[in-house]
């Protein structure tokens, strides 16, 4: 199982990036997915989750800022985000099961 995150950068505060991950070696429609962020010093956080069915859950601070979806026809599922502010700063990591990818860096300058 492969999973492979881009789309991360530098950004101002109130601007949007969209991550995306590219998913191999699993039945991709058949699995939920996962954003986490991790910035230094803080605890390890999920920010979204979709499910098979499309079902969606989001931490509370990114509720309504963030969007997760899939596309199972690209084994791809993303992770728009929009009115980034600093506290949003982290690396992200998309996640099924016990798999991760390796990251892909998040900055919000002010």
């Known amino acids: 199982v492969q999973l492979v995150e881009s789309g991360g950068g530098l950004v101002q505060a109130g601007g949007s990036l969209r991550l995306s991950c590219k998913v191999s070696g699993m039945v991709f429609n058949a699995n939920g997915f996962a954003w986490h962020r991790q910035a230094p010093g803080k605890q390890r956080e999920r920010v979204a989750l979709?499910?098979?069915?499309?079902?969606?859950d989001y931490l509370d601070s990114v509720k309504g800022r963030f969007t997760i979806s899939r596309d199972n026809a690209k084994n791809t599922v993303y992770l728009e985000m929009n009115s980034l502010n600093v506290s949003d700063a982290a690396v992200y990591y998309c996640t099924t099961d016990v798999y991760w990818g390796q990251g892909t860096q998040v900055t919000v300058t002010s």
């Open positions: 979709i499910l098979s069915g499309g079902t969606t």
